[in-house]
């Protein structure tokens, strides 16, 4: 199984540009996420998605927009990149039923400078 | 979510025993405590997680206080591939996990 696989592993982008961090899990997940890791810091949740249609705001939405597509997919959109979105990002998905608890998985990162 | 605390770096000799804590005091009933791993910068790994009683698996053993406000990951013989930042998160069982990442705890295995 491939997991949560994120597109592109790296981004350079000038301020005001926008793009969209793709995202897919093939492991029938109705929980989705993404993250952002400023250096040397934690994990901070930027949205997320309990099930397909749905989307929440997390910890740091400002600047952001999510899609998510089906239940495979949840993109992640920077409409007008500014140099504090230089970040690594990571998107997760689990399992989620009602009273049990699941483990989150992990891609492996999109790098992004903002210059 | 309840905010959890770790100790910002800890080291461990190689082979030894790596106990890391975490201080979870205002967690709800049905809040689970789990555990993570960062590796460099690789996405997180999953550790283990637990409710009340203690939990081990083939990474590693999760003892959770009686009063739940505490817990400790042990990492029972610790190896130079277990160098990584630890994050302790609780999250609760509801039809929505937001896993709110602290700072963690960065524990440096020594030769």
């Known amino acids: 199984n491939a997991g949560v696989t994120q597109t592109p592993k790296f981004q350079v982008l000038k301020t005001g540009q926008s793009m969209t961090l793709q995202c897919a899990q093939d492991?029938?997940?109705?929980?989705m996420y993404w993250y952002r890791q400023d250096p040397g810091m934690g994990l901070r949740l930027i949205y997320y998605?309990?099930?397909?249609?749905?989307?929440d705001k997390g910890e740091v939405p400002n600047g952001y927009n999510v899609s998510r597509l089906n239940k495979r997919e949840f993109s992640l959109r920077l409409e007008s990149a500014a140099p504090s979105q230089t970040s690594v990002y990571f998107c997760?998905?689990?399992?989620?039923?009602?009273?049990?608890?699941?483990?989150?998985?992990f891609g492996q990162g999109t790098r992004l400078t903002v210059v | 979510d309840a905010k959890t605390t770790q100790p910002p770096s800890m080291d461990c000799a190689e082979g030894r025993a790596a106990n890391l804590p975490c201080n979870h005091s205002?967690?709800?009933?049905?809040?689970?405590v789990y555990w993570y791993r960062q590796i460099h910068s690789q996405g997180p790994q999953y550790i283990i997680h637990?409710?009340?009683n203690n939990e081990t698996n083939e990474m590693a053993s999760l003892i959770i206080t009686e009063d739940r406000k505490s817990s400790t990951l042990i990492l029972p013989h610790a190896t130079l591939r277990d160098t990584a930042v630890y994050y302790c998160?609780?999250?609760?069982?509801?039809?929505?996990?937001?896993?709110?990442f602290g700072t963690g705890t960065r524990l440096k295995v020594l030769a």
């Open positions: 997760a998905s689990s399992y989620d039923i009602q009273g049990a608890s699941t483990e989150a998985f």
């Open positions: 492991m029938n997940h109705n929980s």
């Open positions: 998605s309990a099930s397909e249609g749905t989307t």
């Open positions: 205002t967690i709800s009933g049905n809040e689970y």
């Open positions: 637990g409710l009340k």
């Open positions: 998160i609780a999250s609760r069982a509801s039809g929505t996990y937001k896993y709110i």
